[in-house]
């Protein structure tokens, strides 16, 4: 059983679409990240929900919105893409804010804004 | 200063031999440390994380150095497998936000 799951994997669209990207956990666990990973490889967070309340949301831009419908669920939506918005975008949980604490990461989504 | 910052590498080594890359953080008052591995196109995954006293899992030892404010990662008797982008992580205490360094590239050479 996979236990951070994404979808779509690969999603090449338009610039000014608007596209989702959903990710599930069966870990049980409490927190859900979203990471962008740019071409440089660089991994940088971008929101962290914790019991379905956002409690990180670093500088991004409000064309992204995050929903956690429940626990397990972590969903990004992005509204107007841009060619720079093109990335790997990587969910992950973790139990909880506890020290040494693990992080598991989904497959990632490639996203190709053309 | 970055919060992170590792040698980006590549290392390129031969087979057999022994590695050490080290990470570098500016908050003194980070509690949580890991070394995570990413194969290319792959997600991260934990390898190990990094403990106070040093901890050893295998070929691999990882330890903390507080008053320098580094950990470092040493592989031993490296194999082809071990090919891969090594993420240092830092977790400040009392935050869900988790600090990734750009990750050190190693090659394992037959």
């Known amino acids: 059983d996979t236990a951070v799951s994404q979808t779509p994997k690969y999603l090449v669209t338009q610039m000014g679409n608007d596209k989702s990207i959903k990710c599930e956990q069966n870990?049980?666990?409490?927190?859900m990240y979203w990471y962008k990973q740019d071409s440089k490889k660089f991994l940088k967070i971008m929101f962290s929900?914790?019991?379905?309340?956002?409690?990180i949301n670093e500088t991004v831009p409000n064309r992204f919105s995050p929903k956690s419908p429940d626990k397990a669920h972590l969903n990004l939506h992005i509204n107007s893409l841009e060619l720079g918005d093109s990335a790997v975008y990587f969910c992950?949980?973790?139990?909880?804010?506890?020290?040494?604490?693990?992080?598991?990461f989904g497959p990632g989504t490639r996203l190709l804004v053309l | 200063r970055k919060e992170v910052e590792q040698d980006p590498g590549p290392f390129n080594v031969p087979e057999g031999a022994t590695v050490a890359f080290n990470c570098t953080y500016s908050?003194?008052?980070?509690?949580?440390f890991f070394w995570y591995r990413q194969d290319c196109r792959k997600e991260p995954k934990l390898l190990m994380s990094?403990?106070?006293s040093g901890n050893e899992d295998g070929r691999f030892t990882a330890q903390l150095n507080r008053a320098s404010q580094y950990i470092s990662l040493l592989i031993r008797d490296s194999k082809l497998s071990d090919s891969a982008t090594y993420l240092c992580?830092?977790?400040?205490?009392?935050?869900?936000?988790?600090?990734f360094g750009t990750g050190t590239r190693l090659k394992v050479l037959a």
């Open positions: 992580v830092v977790n400040p205490s009392g935050t869900y936000k988790y600090i």
């Open positions: 908050n003194s008052a980070s509690q949580s």
């Open positions: 929900y914790n019991n379905k309340e956002l409690i």
């Open positions: 990094v403990y106070s």
């Open positions: 870990l049980g666990h409490d927190t």
């Open positions: 992950a949980s973790s139990q909880g804010n506890r020290v040494r604490e693990t992080q598991y």
